[in-house]
């Protein structure tokens, strides 16, 4: 099959990936735009992963006012090059995740970084709710467990939805990031300011 060039410009725009990529994953998906995709995404997350280990010294702190003003964020996001931190996929990227912090109110970035005291908290009203419940100790330890993960889901900024697109994670349009950038991009903290907390 004869791959054009409209129709590897068409998955490039689509995708953010370079064109010989585009192309080969084309020539693999035997012209199927939808496998060619999915080709891509798993290339871009490999990819991705290698890069997750390397050093990330540049970046921005990007400051977001939501509309109406009564909501701001300020967020430190690190890449490896200044280059990258100027790029415009990048400040796109960083705009993107202080938009889902004002949104989603997130306690912190990861499950490190909230407060073993808070934890130990919801581990406690969770257990003496089931506990009332008069469920065996065996099913309330796994019950708890569970309801510890949908916490960590809704208060962890890497492990909450995308709000632009409920079907990835934050961590999913992370590794996207790394993938499309070409660089270690890491989320480093923030702050999120509401009017009158």
Not at 30 to 47: F, M, N, P, Q
Not at 99 to 105: E, F, G, L, T
Not at 155 to 164: A, D, G, I, R, S
């Amino acid at each position: 099959m004869k791959i054009t060039a409209s129709v590897v410009k068409k998955l490039r725009d689509k995708t953010g990936a370079g064109m010989m990529d585009c192309k080969r994953a084309l020539k693999e998906a035997e012209g199927d735009e939808e496998r060619a995709i999915e080709i891509l995404r798993k290339k871009g997350a490999a990819s991705a992963k290698k890069r997750s280990g390397r050093q990330t010294a540049e970046g921005v702190v990007h400051a977001y006012i939501h509309p109406g003003g009564r909501v701001g964020v300020l967020i430190e996001v690190n890449c490896e090059t200044d280059f990258v931190a100027r790029n415009d996929d990048f400040k796109v990227f960083v705009n993107n995740i202080a938009m889902q912090v004002a949104a989603a109110q997130p306690l912190s970035v990861d499950r490190e970084g909230i407060p073993s005291d808070i934890v130990e908290i919801e581990k406690r009203i969770y257990t003496e709710q089931m506990q009332e419940s008069g469920k065996p100790q065996n099913i309330i330890e796994k019950i708890v467990e569970g309801k510890l993960a949908k916490f960590y889901k809704e208060n962890c900024l890497l492990e909450q939805p995308y709000v632009k697109d409920n079907d990835l994670s934050i961590n999913d349009y992370l590794v996207q990031a790394r993938a499309k950038i070409g660089e270690n991009v890491v989320i480093k903290r923030f702050v999120r300011y509401q009017l009158g907390e």
